[in-house]
Each structure stands twice: as structure tokens, then as C-alpha cells.
């Protein structure tokens, strides 16, 4: 079973530009998170989905995030008009079943804003 | 919000010494989990843990549920080199949502 791919892995970009990530979960795990983290930080939600549904959204999440997962497959998060601010890794995870609790992560995408 | 403490901050040991480190809440937590991470990479699951007071082992590792629920405890014994990196805890509140991760352990065995 293979785990959750992330692509890119790292993203170059100057500010103001839009950016796009994909997150591929492992298959048949419905639920689908995205979270960031900074330098020497753990992790931070930003938001997650049920199938194809959003379930709930952080405060982090500013107008100018988007996530979808159109066919409950796999998710894509954009960020519009980059700022420097939004410097930092952002991972995705999925869970499913059972075992709902536990999540597992991606490799994530890092993301430079110069 | 709700804020997880992980304490120590960074540890530095020789290698075959065993190795705590505990993370405490504000609130409750209905499963407590714990990850390691290396540079460049996601974290990785180490130990899941659904009842206060449980104790699980995977391994050289063994984690604890605090009976408050409130705290959990994760325990590496005999080290390796391969056991550095940094240890995160995260809560969570109910089945299927988000996490809330502490700021991390850093280890560091010297061999």
C-alpha cells in the first residue's frame, strides 16, 4: 500500500504569483487534511475534507487559500497572491476506517515566497 | 486555542541511554498520538493512544495517556543514532479531526 505522495515537493515562487499543491491520500481513506508548519514549529490545521466534502476550515485559512477535493480522491490546495508570510511546509495527511483516528502524512511541499 | 507544552525542548544524550519526554494540555484530549519527524520529510506515526492511563509500546518506544487526560508521556529506551530527529505529540478531540501538535522534541544521540 503506498502512502501519501505530495507533488511538488519544493516550490519556488515570487510574491503575488499563485501557486497550486496536490495531495494524492492513500486509497480508500476518506477523510483528507492539509495543515502547515513552519520553521521549529509542529504542524498547523488548516483544513480538512470528508469525501469530497469540507468539513471544517482554520482561521488560518485567509481568503486567499483554497482547498478542494473534487471526487473525493485526491485534494489540491492554491494560494492566491503569495506573500512571503506563506513561507513554510505544507503537508497533507489522510485517515479512514477504523482506525479513523490515526493520520498519516505526506513528504509535503515546501514553499519559498521570495 | 487550545496549546499542547512539549517539554524537554531538545536533548542531547549518548547513545544507549533511554530518553522521556511529555507533552501537557490545557484541555482534554480523547486520543493523544505521537510522530517523528526528519529534516525535509512529513512526520511519521510512532504510537496512537485512545484511553486515559493506557500504556502502548511499539518497539523500543512506550507512550502513556495521562489519567487526566490532559498529559502524555513517550519513552525511547537504549538509543541509536537513528532515533534522532525531532518528536511530536498531537490531541485530539474527536474521531476524524484536526490534531493539535505540541512544538516538538529535538534529540540528538551522540554515538
Known amino acids: 500500500d503506498t502512502g501519501v505522495s505530495q507533488d511538488p515537493r519544493h516550490k519556488i515562487t515570487k510574491r503575488g504569483q499563485n501557486v497550486t499543491f496536490r495531495c494524492d491520500p492513500i486509497?480508500?481513506?476518506?477523510?483528507l487534511y492539509w495543515y502547515r508548519q513552519t520553521l521549529g514549529q509542529g504542524p498547523e490545521f488548516l483544513t480538512y475534507?470528508?469525501?469530497?466534502?469540507?468539513?471544517?476550515k482554520s482561521r488560518l485559512l485567509s481568503d486567499r487559500f483554497s482547498a478542494e477535493r473534487p471526487k473525493g480522491s485526491f485534494s489540491t490546495l492554491e494560494i492566491q497572491r503569495t506573500e512571503q508570510g506563506d513561507s513554510a511546509m505544507y503537508l497533507c495527511?489522510?485517515?479512514?476506517?477504523?482506525?479513523?483516528?490515526?493520520?498519516?502524512f505526506g513528504p509535503g511541499t515546501r514553499l519559498t515566497v521570495t | 486555542g487550545q496549546q499542547l507544552n512539549q517539554s524537554p525542548q531538545s536533548m542531547f544524550i549518548q547513545e544507549g541511554e533511554d530518553v522521556s519526554m511529555n507533552c501537557t494540555s490545557s484541555?482534554?484530549?480523547?486520543?493523544w498520538l505521537w510522530y517523528k519527524q526528519d529534516p525535509g520529510e512529513g512526520p511519521v506515526l510512532l504510537i496512537a493512544?485512545?484511553?486515559?492511563?493506557e500504556l502502548t509500546s511499539n518497539g523500543r518506544l512506550t507512550a502513556q495517556f495521562g489519567i487526566t487526560r490532559k498529559d502524555s508521556f513517550l519513552n525511547i529506551s537504549a538509543s541509536i543514532p537513528s532515533d534522532v530527529g525531532i518528536y511530536f505529540c498531537?490531541?485530539?478531540?474527536?474521531?476524524?479531526?484536526?490534531?493539535?501538535f505540541g512544538g516538538g522534541t529535538r534529540l540528538m544521540v551522540k554515538p
Open positions: 495527511a489522510s485517515s479512514q476506517g477504523g482506525q479513523i483516528y490515526e493520520q498519516y
Open positions: 486509497s480508500e481513506h476518506n477523510r
Open positions: 475534507f470528508q469525501n469530497e466534502a469540507q468539513l471544517e
Open positions: 484541555s482534554i484530549f480523547n486520543t
Open positions: 493512544l485512545y484511553k486515559a492511563g
Open positions: 498531537a490531541g485530539q478531540n474527536n474521531a476524524g479531526n484536526m490534531l493539535t
